[in-house]
Structure formats: structure tokens, C-alpha cells
């Protein structure tokens, strides 16, 4: 993978680009700026920050799996018309790096500045940093820097947008203590179908007991082996239930529950976010509805 600018760089080099340009080029036909996002969650935060003044593409959007994403001969052509594009990074957008060769603006890479956490190997970083509200906050403030150097006309609405998202988060980051700070010390095990909630266990004083499907990425299959340690871990620790995301096959993971015969819960949001309509097409609303089903599945 190339090295990626800094996110001071990627403003630089949006200003130069738009006084070059006019500040005509990558805007969209309604006069908004073109923005691209790479995956579901890095959509909603630049959607909850930009409002009318964009023109978003989001590519793997809601209940696709990023992992499993091939980019379309049309998602090239929105990439190339760009006038910012934003992707997490740490891999779990990685379909997108041969796509950026050539693009007229280099994406701006939020989980850059962000606390992460190492993932289940110990040397990668969990990439799933969305569900730390610390993490959200941090990159509602970068997408608004970007969209302000790109369109320096409502740089205050972005920032403005900006800080009454933090606020909303800061309400929701309430609602899910209040919550899960009712499961009882013996309870607070959680298996999930793949390691994607960790920032949000680690939050939330919740413990990870193990995946079915081992690390941060849904590409991985898990042995017999694995399968049958996981299988006798759970019963050993005792754990209520086994939560799968809506967007992976839950197969294994409901022959684990009836091997263990604990609950499954089997339309978690990791890797992706609601359908709109569902309550969890926003960031704050996944990690609330994520925090209701494991409170009433661990109580």
C-alpha cells in the first residue's frame, strides 16, 4: 500500500487544487462539493458534518460488507470526479487503493489522528474505530476542516455541523452507559461473530471472550480446531450469548450457539451500519441499537 499525506497535506492540497481550478472543478451539477466516502460509517459522520452543501457517494454502503466490496467501473468514474474523498483506513477500505492511483485529489485517511487499539494478532490495528465515540468526535472534527478547506464559503455551517453531532454523540455515549452499566459483573461476556466491536467493549468495561470467525476481517475461516476451543471457552466462561453481524453469514456462528445452547443474536452492526429507515443508518443510532440488544441479551 502507498504511503498515504497527512491530513494536514490533504488541505493543503485541496485549497491549491481549488484556486487552480476556479473552485468549479468537483463540485456537482447542484453546485455542491463532490465528496466520496468509502464505507457506511465514514459516510454517516461526513453526512451528519456536510448536510445539503455535499453531493455524497458513499461506495460499500449500508449492510455491505467492506471486505467483501469490488469496486464498479462507476465508482471509479465518482472517485475521479472528486473533490474529497475520505476512507477510514488500516485495511478495512484497502479495495479502494488501486482505485486512488491517477485520482485528482489523494483521500484524506481519519483513522490518522485516533487512539486505536491492537487487534486480536497483537501487531495490526483493530480498524473498526467508529465505535468509540472519542474516535467519531476526532474525525467529525477532520472531515470538518477538510470540507471547510474545500469549500471555504460554509466552513462555518461544517463546523457548526460538526459540533452539534459531538453533542448528539455525547448524549448517546450517556444513553449506552446507563444502559449496559445494568448487566451484572458475571454477564459482561461478549463473543461476536468476528472481532469488530472491540473499541466499543473496551468503552463500556465489557469483556471479549472470543470470535467465531478469528480477527478483524470477515476474509479469515476458522478451523475445527478453532471452532471446538471457542466452543468449550464459552462454556467455560459462561456466556449468555453470541452476537453476528447482519452483514456476515451467521451460520457458523448459530452451530456454536447450539452447541453451546446460548442466545445468538445475529443482526449486530460491525463492519457497516443500518438500511435507512432502521434506526441505524447514523452512527450514534448503530452504537445505541448495538448497546439495547447486548443489554437485553446479557441482563
Not at 491492537?118 to 468526535?137: L, Q, T
Not at 471457552?233 to 453469514?249: N, Y
Not at 443474536?265 to 439495547?292: F, H, P, Q, R
Request: glycine fraction near 10%; hydrophobic fraction near 45%.
Amino acid at each position: 500500500m502507498r504511503a498515504l499525506p497527512s491530513i494536514a497535506a490533504v488541505l493543503l492540497g485541496a485549497v491549491a487544487l481549488l484556486g487552480a481550478c476556479g473552485g468549479s472543478d468537483g463540485g456537482g451539477d447542484s453546485g455542491r462539493v463532490r465528496v466520496i466516502a468509502t464505507i457506511a460509517p465514514v459516510g454517516a459522520l461526513v453526512q451528519a458534518v456536510g448536510g445539503d452543501f455535499v453531493e455524497l457517494k458513499v461506495l460499500a454502503g449500508a449492510g455491505i460488507d467492506p471486505h467483501e466490496y469490488e469496486v464498479s467501473a462507476s465508482d471509479r468514474k465518482a472517485i475521479g470526479r472528486a473533490a474529497v474523498i475520505f476512507w477510514s483506513g488500516l485495511g478495512i477500505d484497502a479495495f479502494l487503493v488501486k482505485a486512488f492511483d491517477g485520482t485528482r485529489q489523494p483521500p484524506m485517511t481519519l483513522s490518522a489522528a485516533l487512539k486505536l487499539r491492537s487487534g486480536p494478532d497483537g501487531a495490526s490495528p483493530d480498524p473498526h474505530v467508529w465505535h468509540d465515540i472519542e474516535n467519531d468526535k476526532l474525525m467529525l472534527a477532520a472531515i470538518a476542516d477538510a470540507l471547510a478547506a474545500s469549500d471555504p464559503g460554509h466552513a462555518q455551517a461544517y463546523r457548526a455541523n460538526a459540533a452539534a453531532y459531538s453533542a448528539k454523540l455525547d448524549e448517546t455515549d450517556r444513553q449506552i452507559k446507563t444502559l449496559l452499566d445494568a448487566i451484572p459483573p458475571q454477564n459482561r461476556k461478549v463473543v461476536t461473530n468476528h472481532d469488530s466491536v472491540g473499541y466499543f467493549l473496551a468503552r463500556y468495561g465489557l469483556t471479549f471472550v472470543g470470535a467465531v470467525i478469528p480477527g478483524t476481517s470477515t476474509q479469515s475461516e476458522p478451523s475445527a480446531k478453532d471452532i471446538a476451543e471457542l466452543v468449550s471457552l464459552i462454556k467455560k466462561e459462561g456466556v449468555k450469548a453470541i452476537f453476528s453481524e447482519g452483514s456476515v453469514d451467521p451460520k457458523v456462528a448459530r452451530q456454536v450457539a447450539k452447541d453451546t445452547g446460548v442466545t445468538i443474536v445475529a443482526d449486530l452492526y460491525g463492519d457497516s451500519l443500518g438500511n435507512k429507515g432502521s434506526g441505524a443508518e447514523t452512527i450514534d443510532g448503530m452504537l445505541l441499537s448495538n448497546a439495547k440488544k447486548i443489554a437485553e441479551a446479557l441482563r
